[in-house]
C-alpha cells in the first residue's frame, strides 16, 4: 500500500508561482516513476510532468517552460513548481504513481488562478 499527500496548492494572480509537494510512504526513488495530473472542473483528468527514477522528465505542451517536477529522494517527497501561471492552469492536482501494477492517487491540491 503506497500513500500520497499533497500539499501547497492556494489562490494566486495570474503570472505567481506556486510549489506543489507530493509526501510519499516511502523513498520515492523506488518507483519507477511519479506523475503529477489534473482535473479542471468539467475536463477529464490530464497528464501535467512525470518524472522516471533515473531522473528523466516529460511535460505537457501546455506547462513546458513554466512548471519543474523534482524528486527528493531523502524527503520521500515530489514537487511541482509552477511558475508564470495562468486562469486556465486553475484545476485539483493529483500526485500519482503506479507499484506492482496498482495506481495510486493522492487526494489532490486545488489550485486557483485568478485573471
Known amino acids: 500500500q503506497v500513500q500520497l499527500v499533497e500539499s501547497g496548492g492556494g489562490l494566486v494572480q495570474a503570472g505567481g508561482s506556486l510549489r506543489l509537494s507530493c509526501l510519499a510512504s516511502?523513498?520515492?526513488?523506488?518507483?519507477?516513476?511519479m506523475g503529477w495530473y489534473r482535473q479542471a472542473q468539467g475536463k477529464p483528468r490530464e497528464l501535467v510532468a512525470r518524472i522516471g527514477s533515473s531522473g528523466n522528465t516529460y511535460y505537457a505542451n501546455s506547462v513546458k517552460g513554466r512548471f519543474a517536477i523534482s524528486r527528493d529522494n531523502a524527503k520521500n517527497t515530489v514537487y511541482l513548481q509552477m511558475n508564470s501561471l495562468k486562469p486556465e492552469d486553475t484545476a485539483v492536482y493529483y500526485c500519482n504513481t503506479e507499484d506492482w501494477g496498482t495506481n495510486y492517487w493522492g487526494q489532490g491540491t486545488q489550485v486557483t488562478v485568478s485573471s
Open positions: 516511502r523513498r520515492v526513488s523506488t518507483f519507477n516513476t
